[in-house]
Structures are given as C-alpha cells and as structure tokens.
C-alpha cells in the first residue's frame, strides 16, 4: 500500500485497492462530483449507491458509513484534511456479500490517501495561484503597452508589486519547456523584476528591471546569467525606457535579441539611433493627424462594432506581430480581418503594400494614443498647410537619417549584394518569394543575405516586430532625393 502511494499517489494507490479488494473504488466530493476516474465497472445502479451514501455521511457527520440495496454493498469513509479543503470520501462498492476484510482495508487506506490527496491538493492550488499570477502579469503588461500607466501600476499594487518608473526591457528566447526555468533563475539574478511570460511568442519571457528614478544614458547591467540560461536562451535588452514606453522598450529589446541570435555570447544590448518620429518634429504629428483622422473620428454603429479606439490598437497590433495579433489582442483570427478591412476602407489604403504599412505604422507613433483629434481637421485650410509624407521625407534631417539606416549595409567591406537583397525585398513589399525571382536566386539564399543584414542594421527584419518599416521609410527618402543606392551581383 505505501509503495503504491509512494510511486503513483492517489490514482496508484485507488488502483492497488481495486485490484486487492475486487470492488470499484474511487474517491467522491460532497457535492457527489466524482474526485477520481471512475472505475470502467461502475454502472447506474452502483453509482446511485455511492451518491446515497456521501449524501447520508455528510448529513449525519459520520465516520464510516457502510449501505446495500439490491445485491450491492457499499463503504464509505471520510478523508482526513483541513475543513477548508473539503476532503473528498472514499467509497467502495461490490456485489454482496462484501467480504470481511475489506472495510478494514479501506480504513487503512484513508491515512495514506489523505496524505496523497492534500499534497496533490496542494500542488494543484499552487498550480492554479501562478496560472492566475501569470494572466495577471500579462494584463499588467497589455495595459503598459497600450500606454495604459496609471491602470498598469493599480493592478500590480494589487499583486503586492511596484514597476518602476524607468527600466530596461529585457527579451529572453528559449525552449518553452524551459520557461518556468528561465523565470526562476532569472528572478534569482535581477532582484525585484517584473517577469512576464510573453503573451505572443511562447518561447519568450519578458523582464522589466528598475534603472533607477531617472532615464538612463548608461549601458544595462551585465548580468551573469546562470544555467539554463546560459546555455540555452538568447537575450535581447533595451535601453532605459519610462515606464509609459515600455512598447518602444519591447520593440528595441526584440531587435537586440535579433543581434543576439548570431552573438557567440548570446546577449545583445539595442543599438540606439534618432528615433524617425523625432527626426520629423511637429511636422509629423500633423501630418498624422491629417493621415488618421477618418480613422481617429469612426464611432461604431452598433455596441459589438469595433471603435476608433479598438481599430487603432488592432492597426498598432498587426503592425508589430503580423497574423500573432491575434494572441496579443485574444481575438479570432476573423475579427483581426474584419477589423483591418475596416482600417483599409476608413484610410484608403491596402495593408498588403508595405508602402501603406509604413506610413501608417509611422502616423500611429506619431501621435499619442490619448490625444483626442482635431475638430478641424477637415477643412481646406488645415488640408493646405498638411505636408504629405514625400514632402516630410525629403527634409535634409531625413534625409541624413535614412542615409545612416543603410550605412551599415553600404560598408566597404560588406558584399553588395547584401545590400542589394535588402532593397529588392523592400521594393517587393517584403516578401520573400518574389525578391528570391527577381534576384534569381532561392528562397534560401534570400533568408540568410537578410539575416546577415539584421546583424548588420541589429534590427530584426525577418520576425516580427520588424524595422521594416523605418527601413522602408529610409529607402523612399533615398529615392526621392535620388541618393545612392547600392548595387552589386
């Protein structure tokens, strides 16, 4: 009996006492739900039986019951637990007569089967308490990056946690069946972080470490990391990021972790340069209002419609993760379509053309999200003085900024055809397939010039979220300026 629980606990030990006794045995809640596999024997007659008994024992507080109708006998004895817990019964049931032997046996099961089952018990609470602590943590982190702060510290105050007012995000990939792993003795190492499963790629957990009460110029800690995590897991982290820009932080973590993924050291800080929005200056925050306002005025016609407020997360969303929207947002795949035909109508444009994409993925950072929009925004006057992106991307600034996103590619010691590839793909709306034809080239081939060139830019271009954008972008300032592009076999 004590080598059946030892091995198997409370499923092991049932089965010993099946086998032994030759009755159906099984534990039953009070509510009479059954706690254990019923026995394949069990049938209408013996079940009805069984449920009479608990129902009998709970009523009159006994502690042992032993009942029998129409040739059947049944036991039924309490398990020992906190009244709490609310121990389940164990019952046994077979043909009359019961032999002798049997309720004595079943009595001295209920010691080891009590120990088992509030360890199971125990273990499954437990389980539970870090399933719920997790989807807590992962809402914390959708309110943070929606720009939602406020909200995001209210709910983590409620877990008896403090985020802080700046930190470094952290993008840690490995095996999924080493993620509680990667969380244990990444908690060991960064004291107090804030570790998040990420709710889009489950071979990712995200970290946020505390960088002090200011923004950091500095380079984030160099954490020794201990194993699993040095052996198996790549780590992308960001610069210092206030805690109302954890998105951008995710974003620059991500791209490192591309880095990293071709580091013999595993780990990769973001590389920073002028953000392009910053580059732009007032000018591009009225160029998107101009840009999204059919979109930032749409009011839902009826209450299951989507409004503005839910197609610009979903537009901000798909931008990032592709077709993982989904998981980031918890939709079906049907609702991200219909919404993202919705954006296409409002907007007039097509999401397919990375062209559309980029501008729209460069209005959507242009303008915070809580800013209400222009009463005026449909009148001549504002429509004159809106400048359009070509004329924004023409500005001499840039200009120089788009020149400094190909500079790593056009390096002299880069084969051309590097940047050669990056171009085709980008003219091709960043499709594979088609820049491998025109190349002349295989798919292959295309793959790996890109991964040598997220290597080179330390942005990730192949898996989403992607700088293909920005990149993008820097390419038609080169082309409507009629700067260099490079060219090669």
């Given at each position: 009996m004590q080598r059946a629980a030892r091995k198997g606990g409370t499923a092991s030990l049932l089965r010993w006492l099946t086998v032994r006794t030759g009755a159906a045995v099984m534990l039953v809640e009070r509510s009479g739900a059954m706690a254990s596999s019923p026995p394949s024997s069990l049938g209408d007659a013996e079940r009805d039986l069984v449920l009479r008994g608990v129902r009998e024992i709970t009523l009159r507080g006994l502690k042992s019951l032993a009942t029998d109708q129409d040739g059947i006998a049944c036991v039924v004895l309490p398990?020992?637990?906190?009244?709490?817990?609310?121990?389940?019964?164990?019952?046994?049931?077979?043909?009359?007569p019961m032999p002798p032997e049997v309720p004595p046996l079943l009595a001295d099961a209920t010691s080891g089967l009590s120990l088992c089952w509030q360890m199971e018990h125990t273990r499954r609470q437990q389980r539970l308490l870090r399933i719920a602590d997790a989807r807590t943590r992962e809402a914390v982190l959708h309110l943070l990056m929606n720009g939602q702060t406020t909200a995001a510290r209210q709910v983590a105050g409620a877990l008896g946690s403090t985020l802080p007012d700046v930190a470094w995000v952290y993008v840690i990939e490995g095996p999924h069946a080493l993620r509680a792993a990667v969380a244990g003795a990444a908690a060991q190492v960064v004291e107090g972080a804030w570790i998040v499963p990420c709710p889009v790629y489950a071979?990712?957990?995200?970290?946020?470490?505390?960088?002090?009460?200011?923004?950091?110029?500095?380079?984030?800690?160099?954490?020794?990391?201990?194993?699993?995590?040095?052996?198996?897991?790549?780590?992308?982290?960001?610069?210092?990021?206030?805690?109302?820009?954890?998105?951008?932080?995710?974003?620059?973590?991500?791209?490192?972790?591309?880095?990293?993924?071709?580091?013999?050291?595993?780990?990769?800080?973001?590389?920073?340069?002028?953000?392009?929005?910053?580059?732009?200056?007032?000018?591009?925050?009225?160029?998107?209002?101009?840009?999204?306002?059919?979109?930032?005025?749409?009011?839902?016609?009826?209450p299951q419609d989507p409004g503005s407020a839910e197609l610009l997360a979903t537009a901000s969303s798909w931008l990032s993760f592709s077709s993982r929207a989904t998981a980031h947002l918890k939709i079906h795949r049907n609702t991200l379509a219909a919404r993202l035909t919705l954006v296409q109508q409002l907007l007039g444009i097509?999401?397919?053309?990375?062209?559309?994409?980029?501008?729209?993925?460069?209005?959507?950072?242009?303008?915070?999200?809580?800013?209400?929009?222009?009463?005026?925004?449909?009148?001549?006057?504002?429509?004159?003085?809106?400048?359009?992106?070509?004329?924004?991307?023409?500005?001499?600034?840039?200009?120089?900024?788009?020149?400094?996103?190909?500079?790593?590619?056009?390096?002299?010691?880069?084969?051309?055809?590097?940047?050669?590839?990056?171009?085709?793909?980008?003219?091709?709306?960043?499709?594979?397939?088609?820049?491998?034809?025109?190349?002349?080239?295989?798919?292959?081939?295309?793959?790996?010039?890109?991964?040598?060139?997220?290597?080179?830019?330390?942005?990730?271009?192949?898996?989403?979220?992607?700088?293909?954008?920005?990149?993008?972008?820097?390419?038609?300032?080169?082309?409507?300026?009629?700067?260099?592009?490079?060219?090669?076999?």
């Open positions: 398990l020992d637990g906190p009244p709490a817990d609310r121990a389940p019964f164990l019952a046994a049931v077979m043909p009359r071979d990712h957990t995200m970290l946020l470490a505390a960088a002090g009460s200011a923004p950091h110029t500095g380079t984030p800690p160099q954490w020794t990391w201990p194993h699993p995590m040095a052996d198996h897991c790549w780590v992308g982290v960001s610069e210092a990021v206030p805690l109302s820009d954890i998105a951008t932080g995710y974003a620059q973590a991500f791209h490192a972790l591309a880095v990293a993924r071709h580091h013999d050291e595993r780990h990769s800080a973001f590389a920073g340069n002028p953000d392009l929005t910053l580059t732009l200056g007032p000018a591009a925050g009225a160029w998107a209002e101009e840009f999204l306002a059919p979109l930032r005025v749409h009011y839902a016609r009826r097509d999401l397919g053309r990375l062209a559309d994409q980029s501008a729209l993925a460069l209005a959507l950072r242009a303008i915070a999200p809580d800013t209400p929009p222009r009463a005026d925004h449909h009148t001549t006057g504002t429509e004159e003085s809106t400048p359009s992106l070509d004329e924004l991307l023409v500005l001499p600034g840039v200009v120089e900024w788009a020149r400094q996103r190909f500079l790593p590619v056009r390096a002299p010691d880069v084969p051309a055809n590097i940047a050669r590839t990056l171009t085709t793909w980008l003219r091709l709306d960043a499709r594979i397939e088609p820049t491998a034809a025109a190349l002349d080239i295989s798919a292959s081939a295309v793959r790996k010039r890109l991964a040598r060139s997220e290597t080179l830019l330390r942005r990730s271009l192949l898996r989403p979220p992607r700088a293909v954008h920005d990149q993008w972008l820097a390419q038609r300032a080169l082309d409507l300026t009629g700067s260099r592009h490079p060219t090669g076999p």
